[in-house]
Nanobody, 115 residues
């Protein structure tokens, strides 16, 4: 019954910025953590960033200093601010929310970084 609605993907030039959003549509009583993963064409899915219930964050080394994950608990929404985008950031980005003992995944939003 719970679905994650992602938005914010698109085409951007190298050095540009995008902000991804992922909102949970449906009832989640208690959210443990929220995260972002990405999968480039022909490559394995990789971890991007995660934010825990207490606000602690971890970012993949490849995006540290450029990407920032955040959350709005009142809206059950997780964000990923992406700055100084590089061509290697091109991928389908998936949000993940763990709550009520379950893992929920979005359908993905495509980010293309190209000149």
């Amino acid at each position: 019954q719970v679905q994650l609605v992602e938005s914010g993907g698109g085409l951007v030039q190298p050095g540009g910025s995008l902000r991804l959003s992922c909102a949970a549509a449906g009832r989640i009583f208690s959210i443990y953590d929220m995260g972002w993963y990405r999968q480039a064409p022909g490559k394995q899915r990789e971890f991007v960033a995660i934010i825990s219930q207490d606000g602690s964050t971890n970012h993949a080394d490849s995006v540290k200093g450029r990407f920032t994950i955040s959350r709005d608990n009142a809206k059950n929404t997780v964000y990923l601010q992406m700055n100084t985008l590089k061509p290697e950031d091109t991928a389908v980005y998936y949000c993940n929310i763990n709550g009520d003992g379950m893992a929920y995944w979005g359908k993905g939003t495509l980010v293309t970084v190209s000149s």
